[in-house]
């Protein structure tokens, strides 16, 4: 069971780089979110989608692009990185019509900008 | 405005000790559900339980148990003979709809109890 999938695992970026953080889920849920989370702040939504084609702005979306082209691809772009979002970054999907289904989440980046 | 408040940000217990965490939610739907996750050192994210608004029924999962009191808002998550590997930081987290009426949800976590259970 592959479940929710995230590469990389760990990534050190320079300020100002772009990257893609990627995440894959096999189970044809829905709803699908990235979270990002801090000492003290935990888990905070950044973007999340309903299904394909369709994607929202969470609690912190500033410095971050998301896509929703499949049902099993979530993409999240950083455009210019900055050291403000050195984190970790979380995953998760989880099926957008049943209220009491966990939300399942892939294993998370540490991202550092330097 | 859907909340979920976890009011300790740590608490340290010696092995065998009893605790319990605490979580406070707020939410305007009258269906709900609400979660406790773990996350070891090692930093994934278990799922630990489930509840719903309308089962207040106390749940015992071997040293686990939780205590659901809606009349408090309150979802509290217990370990009994706190072990070592219990040390974690455990997150409550509410299920609620994305629109009011509509059939979209999403999860809201509290800001997570870091749990030190020491030899």
């Known amino acids: 069971n592959a479940g929710v999938t995230q590469t990389p695992k760990f990534q050190v970026l320079k300020t100002g780089q772009s990257m893609t953080l990627q995440c894959a889920q096999d189970m044809n849920h829905e709803y699908m979110s990235w979270y990002r989370q801090d000492p003290g702040m935990g888990l905070r939504l950044i973007h999340y989608?309903?299904?394909?084609?369709?994607?929202d702005q969470g609690e912190v979306p500033n410095g971050y692009n998301v896509s929703r082209s499949t049902t099993e691809d979530f993409p999240l772009r950083l455009l210019s990185a900055a050291p403000s979002q050195t984190s970790v970054y979380f995953c998760a999907s989880r099926s957008r019509q049943v209220m009491n289904t966990e939300a399942f989440f892939g294993q998370g980046t540490r991202l550092t900008v330097v | 405005a859907q909340k979920v408040t976890q009011a300790q940000t740590e608490i340290s217990v010696v092995e065998k000790e009893d605790v319990t965490l605490d979580c406070v939610y707020e939410?305007?739907?009258?269906?709900?559900?609400l979660f406790w996750y773990k996350q070891p050192p090692s930093g994934e994210l278990v799922f630990l339980i489930r509840r719903n608004s309308f089962d207040e029924q106390n749940e015992i999962s071997g040293r686990y148990s939780w205590n659901f009191q809606k009349s408090t808002s309150s979802f509290n998550f217990t370990i009994t003979a706190s072990q070592v590997v219990d040390s974690a930081v455990y997150f409550c987290?509410?299920?609620?709809?994305?629109?009011?009426?509509?059939?979209?949800?999403?999860?809201?976590f509290g800001k997570g109890t870091l749990l030190t259970v020491n030899p």
């Open positions: 939410t305007r739907d009258t269906t709900y559900y």
């Open positions: 987290a509410l299920s609620e709809a994305l629109s009011s009426g509509g059939s979209n949800y999403k999860l809201t």
């Open positions: 989608s309903v299904g394909a084609g369709i994607t």
